[in-house]
Each structure stands twice: as C-alpha cells, then as structure tokens.
C-alpha cells in the first residue's frame, strides 16, 4: 500500500509568516511521530500521537511550535512566527499498533529566509 | 531520555568488503533495535529489525544484537557503492516505549 506522505516537499517562507506542514501516515497506522533534522544532524523528536490519546508535546522547542491529529489520519504541524533557525527538514513517521518499526514519509524541507 | 551512540565516521570501506557498523545503548531494558538507511538529501527507510539476542540475517545485511554488552551492529557483506549513506541505529527511549531514541548516525562510503 502507500507509505507516509507528506507535503508539501518543499516550503521556502519569510521570517515571521507561519507556515503549516501536512502528514499523511499510512493507513491503519495508530501512531504517528513528527522530527525535525537540520542539515548534517541527528533526528530531533517534536510530537507524538497514539490514537485517542493526549499527544506527547515534549519535544516541542518553543510554543510557537504545535501539532493537530484528526483521529488516526492526518496531522498538521504548525510553526507561527517562523525563524531562521527553524530552517530544517521535517520528518513524518507512522507506526502499526502493537509494533515499533516505524515508517517515514519523504519530509518536507522549510527554509526561512 | 535513553541514549544510543554511534561512531559518526565516515567509515569507508572498498567495494566488495564487509562494512560493520556499531551502536551501544544505555537502556538495559531495551528490547528490539531498528536500523535506518539515509541517502543524502532523502528520509530514513527502515532496513533491519531486530527484537532478540543473535543474529539476524536479511540478504547481505546482518544485524547483531548484544543485550549483555548493551551492543548492536550491522554487518553489511560484499559493499556496494549504492549502500554509501548514512546509517541510524535505534532504540525504544525506555523499557516499553514506543518511542525510539535514534543515533546520530554513522556516514558509510564505498570506494568503488
């Protein structure tokens, strides 16, 4: 079936617009994750989504940072006031209940000017 | 927050030998460990899962896991200039979780 989409691929926006990325995770997958890489780094967890349940927004770096699930389908990550330092690739993962592999999509690459 | 480390490399290795990468982790509780690929420029695809003690065996990947040593590796057999990339080994973040704690990543590269 179709893996993790995400969009969109790429987002070039100016310094304080908001701008608002879109995950799609594989069908029947409970579970879904957002990260965060910047160029040449590791993966950086924001948020985390299982079913019904209260998201874990630990990994949120400031509150300009949020995240919405609709059920268990699509998620929107929302940056406000974007800066130049949350230029970065943002990573989409879902995972199957009951398992811990988890699958990316393609990302989508945010660059602030 | 548990931890897993990686050598960051590059390791480099001539086509046609054995690559071994390694990854140690802090959480002796940790039951099952994941390996990703990264192209440059692209996202992590899931390689190799491996849940118990051993070996475990896919095509020319291997991945070993040392629950002992807290040590998991991946040995990947006849290098191919396509298996250049970067290399993330992970973990569950606590006994449990079902959120993984990923390395930094080891940069492969195979001298043709």
């Known amino acids: ?113 | 927050q548990k931890e897993v480390e990686q050598n960051s490399g590059p390791l480099s290795v001539p086509e046609g030998a054995i690559a071994s990468l390694n990854c140690t982790y802090s959480d002796r509780g940790s039951q099952s460990f994941f390996w990703y690929r990264q192209y440059s420029g692209k996202s992590p695809e899931l390689i190799m899962s491996i849940y118990s003690n051993g070996d475990k065996e896919d095509g020319r990947f291997t991945a070993q896991l040392n629950k002992a040593s807290q040590y998991v590796s991946l040995l990947i057999r006849d290098s191919q200039p396509s298996d250049s990339a970067t290399y993330l080994c992970a973990g569950p973040n606590g006994a449990g979780s079902y959120q993984l704690t990923f390395g930094k990543g080891t940069k492969l590269s195979v001298i043709p």
């Not at chain 1, 949020?66 to 268990?72: D, F, N, Q, W, Y």
């Not at chain 1, 940056?79 to 592999?101: F, G, H, K």
């Open chain 1, 1 to 113: 079936g179709a893996g993790v989409s995400q969009s969109p691929s790429n987002k070039v926006t100016e310094k304080g617009k908001d701008v608002e990325l879109r995950c799609d995770p594989i069908s029947g997958h409970t579970a879904l994750y957002w990260y965060r890489q910047r160029l040449g780094q590791g993966l950086e967890f924001l948020i985390y989504f299982q079913g019904n349940s209260a998201p874990d927004k630990s990994g949120l770096p400031s509150d300009r940072f949020s995240a919405e699930r609709t059920g268990e389908s699509v998620s929107t990550l929302t940056i406000q006031r974007t800066q130049q330092e949350d230029s970065a690739v943002y990573l989409c993962a879902s995972r199957l209940d009951m398992d811990n592999e988890q699958f990316f999509g393609p990302g989508t690459r945010l660059t602030v000017l």
